[in-house]
């Protein structure tokens, strides 16, 4: 029931419409990859698999609470959380140009992981971040030694929104370490590639 008050004063229920939905400024989708599942011959992405597009708060919710968190994952995989139409590759043509900021969940075990994860998803789907148009979306990488969430963007060069974003989700997930920015084009030559940006 919701509460609502009269001219006179007075407090009126008035039963909650449950078939109202509230939009979000644009549709997200989960996807879920295995890498260590496929075989070594086949190529990378081909165990990414979309889960489900969403694009109300309620039918947010409704999958968050389904499906499992990132501490519940099995060690190596991935699970991403991306504008519509973009997917986590590299070769999107939405994240070709850009890169990725790097949370390593190194302080407060399992907990901490879904609790920067959920501020995360939070801080996107409700377009928090000044520099909004920048964010690709979000991938939680579990790993038998190590966990990490991180934040891609479509404009690796422009220095100046990349530092607004990073600023903005260290504030939302309330983490006080050093992160650090890696351009995809970057990590696509080395594997032991080097941060851009730090903060």
Known sequence: ????????GEIIERPIDGSKKHPLERPWTFWFDNPSAKSKSAAWGSSLRSIYTFST???FWCLYNG???PSKLPPGTDFHCFKEGVEP???????????KWTVN???????????????TLLAMIGEQFDEGDEICGVVASVRARSEK????TRTAANEAAQMSVAKQWK?????NDKIGYIFHDDAKKDKSVKNRYTL
């Open 57 to 59: 708060i309620e039918d």
């Open 1 to 8: 029931m919701a509460e609502e008050e009269s001219q006179n």
């Open 89 to 99: 590759k590299w070769e999107d043509v939405q994240c070709a140009h850009g890169g």
């Open 105 to 119: 969940n190194t302080r407060g075990g399992k907990d901490e992981l879904d609790k920067i994860w959920l501020n």
């Open 171 to 175: 504030e939302f997930i309330d983490y």
């Open 149 to 152: 969430i991180a934040l891609w």
């Open 67 to 69: 499906l499992f968190l």
